[in-house]
């Protein structure tokens, strides 16, 4: 049920490639293959007149990761042992043999600059893992960090090299939510990849994109090449590769047209009453840049997670005070008196400083709150840019990652010395709220205490379930074992939410479950008053909600919450749904 519907991942005799849907709808077009890993790119062969050019981009890409090193150097400060390995990666950029193998790549076997650099790098950094001495060969991790930010500072390839239109298919082995980012805007038809999962961040934003995804395909690199015609069927977690006139019509029907119901997005009301007259309260999670006529939407909602860390994209290293402030204010003055609830940045210590290997696991390493407590500086710039965007509308910091009470302590600290110094300097300000994500188990267990200290928590129960179930979000092997219904997840959700009933504060549920027709009647059922989801699930769960009656989905929730796996949980309410409100059911086709 996590899974938009399930498959097992292989392929069928009749060439039908089998894997996970992850965001429902039809797509046919062109695969286009986009290949590396922190940043993607495409392999392609250039014309011996475009060498020239080529030679170019890649000069001012080596310029561009020069000066990205020096800095975010700076912005990590020295004694911290970072900026030791930054020198290395700017001695590695002046290396002229690599410099030089890397342009020959380019100009006598015409590969486009991101292959060349990717091939090049990767046979130093083979030589380097061959090395006896320790030190010697633990160089070939500094080596694949310039080569990541060398194709990084190309621009991944996407952009300037082939034209993804709306007509294209994204094959990948991963796909990284800020190279979906980047092709958005182009509109790709579909998306097929090995690995990922329903609460992966690329398919959170695959669904709010209204782009149909499938997962779990393994080996599709090798199965589908550039250019091939590819149907992807986001209802049932299929690809087809040259798809016969026969599947397309069968596929493209009125029938399948009328299922996208998921990218329209007109809108009810914010506050939507259960059968029995209980309101529950709708906001918006919001990770894109969109349109304005889109982000109107916001006036009447607000938002219940702003994930702040997708400035990081569109910046080499930390957003500056003032192009948050700027982001912030833009929202903020959006959603006018509604309130707006913006996460300090939750990301790893690899992606702020743009290096891979720093953790052995970056999921239970230093990141969100852990971070920021090791760069003060930063998380200041940012609860001043919160508190500036804050005058004259409802702010809240969310913190993520919070594990312990001292972690919020340290952030309201913070804001508590940030208002007093921009009082100092007389710049207009407003008071933010501030509240704890639960997502860490631990923090179930002290939700109180944090309630007592905030004013409000927010529950992400994509990395909670990732974290009480130790099953990671983004792998597909473990879709399985990544259970939103397991027992233990609810009755900690139960935990949470009768903690704010006890201290009459907001508890809002801003994970995916949030914005799932199956899972919302259960939410209400165990107390949840606030949801917050992707904009084109609110139309969904709007139709939702009066179908339900609190008292019914209170009593099923109970049921439930007693039951000892998450598979009978799901037998049970898919049985209850069907008997008092079927045409929920069907809302979560
Ligand atoms: C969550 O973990 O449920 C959440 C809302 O945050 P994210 O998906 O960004 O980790
Ligand atoms: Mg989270």
């Given at each position: 049920m996590d899974s938009v519907s399930k498959g097992m991942a292989s392929e069928r005799s009749d060439g039908v490639l089998l894997g996970r849907s992850v965001s429902r709808g039809f797509g046919v077009g062109s695969a286009i293959c986009l290949y590396g890993d922190k940043r993607q790119y495409l392999k392609h062969r250039i014309s011996a007149s475009d060498s020239e050019s080529e030679l170019g981009r890649f000069a001012h890409a080596r310029q561009l990761a020069a000066e990205q090193l020096k800095e975010i150097a700076g912005q990590t400060g020295a004694g911290d042992g970072q900026t030791g390995i930054f020198e290395t990666h700017l001695l590695f950029l002046e290396d002229t043999s690599l410099i030089r193998r890397i342009e020959s790549g380019i100009v006598e076997q015409l590969m486009n600059a991101e292959w060349a650099v990717d091939s090049v790098i990767e046979a130093y950094a083979a030589k380097y893992r061959a090395l006896t001495n320790r030190h010697l060969r633990e160089k070939?991790?500094?080596?694949?960090?310039?080569?990541?930010?060398?194709?990084?500072?190309?621009?991944?390839?996407?952009?300037?090299?082939?034209?993804?239109?709306?007509?294209?298919?994204?094959?990948?082995?991963?796909?990284?939510?800020?190279?979906?980012?980047?092709?958005?805007?182009?509109?790709?038809?579909?998306?097929?990849?090995?690995?990922?999962?329903?609460?992966?961040?690329?398919?959170?934003?695959?669904?709010?994109?209204?782009?149909?995804?499938?997962?779990?395909?393994?080996?599709?690199?090798?199965?589908?090449?550039?250019?091939?015609?590819?149907?992807?069927?986001?209802?049932?977690?299929?690809?087809v590769i040259e798809p016969s006139a026969g599947v397309l019509a069968k596929v493209e029907g009125p029938d399948t047209k009328e299922k996208q119901r998921r990218v329209e997005h007109d809108l009810s009301m914010p506050v939507v009453e259960t059968s029995d007259g209980i309101g529950i309260r709708l906001r918006i999670n919001l990770d894109l840049s969109r349109p304005e006529s889109e982000l109107t939407a916001i006036g009447e909602y607000g938002v219940g997670l702003y994930r702040s860390e997708y400035l990081f994209q569109r910046h080499s290293g930390y957003p500056s005070e003032e192009e948050q402030y700027k982001r912030y204010r833009e929202i903020t003055e959006l959603a006018g008196k509604s309130r707006v609830r913006i996460r300090t940045f939750d990301i790893s210590i690899s992606e702020a400083t743009g290096r891979r290997n720093v953790e052995k696991n970056?999921?239970?390493?230093?990141?969100?709150?852990?971070l920021s407590m090791r760069n003060p500086g930063q998380f200041r710039s940012q609860v001043r840019a919160l508190l500036r965007a804050a005058d004259g509308h409802p702010v809240d910091a969310v913190i993520p990652m919070v594990a312990d009470i001292t972690e919020l302590r340290y952030a309201d600290e913070i804001i508590a010395e940030e208002k007093a110094c921009l009082e100092r300097e007389s710049v207009p300000f407003g008071e933010i709220g501030v509240g704890a994500m639960i997502e860490v188990p631990s923090a179930v267990f002290i939700a109180s205490e944090l309630l007592d200290l905030g004013n409000f928590v927010s529950v992400g129960t994509n990395d909670l379930v990732q974290y009480m179930l130790a099953a990671d979000r983004d792998n597909d092997a473990v879709a399985e074992n990544f259970r939103s219904l397991h027992p233990s997840v609810l009755r900690a959700l139960r935990l949470v939410l009768e903690a704010g009933k006890r201290r009459q504060k907001t508890v809002s549920i801003c994970g995916e479950m949030a914005g799932s027709a199956l899972y919302v009647p259960l939410l209400i059922g165990l107390g949840a008053r606030e949801l917050s989801m992707n904009l084109g699930s609110i139309k969904r769960i709007s139709e939702v909600i009066p179908l339900v009656s609190f008292k019914e989905a209170e009593e099923i929730s109970r049921t439930v919450a007693e039951l000892p796996t998450a598979i009978e949980i799901e037998e049970v309410l898919r049985r209850e749904y069907s008997l008092r409100w079927p045409d929920i059911l069907k809302l979560n086709l």
């Open positions: 070939y991790v500094d080596l694949e960090d310039v080569g990541e930010r060398l194709i990084s500072t190309l621009g991944g390839g996407v952009k300037r090299n082939v034209r993804i239109t709306d007509d294209s298919v994204i094959i990948a082995s991963t796909l990284n939510p800020s190279t979906l980012m980047e092709i958005a805007a182009h509109h790709p038809a579909g998306i097929v990849t090995e690995h990922g999962g329903w609460t992966s961040h690329t398919f959170i934003l695959a669904r709010e994109l209204g782009i149909p995804a499938v997962t779990g395909v393994y080996g599709v690199l090798r199965k589908v090449g550039n250019g091939e015609r590819v149907a992807v069927d986001g209802y049932r977690g299929e690809v970056p999921a239970l390493g230093v990141r969100g709150i852990r």
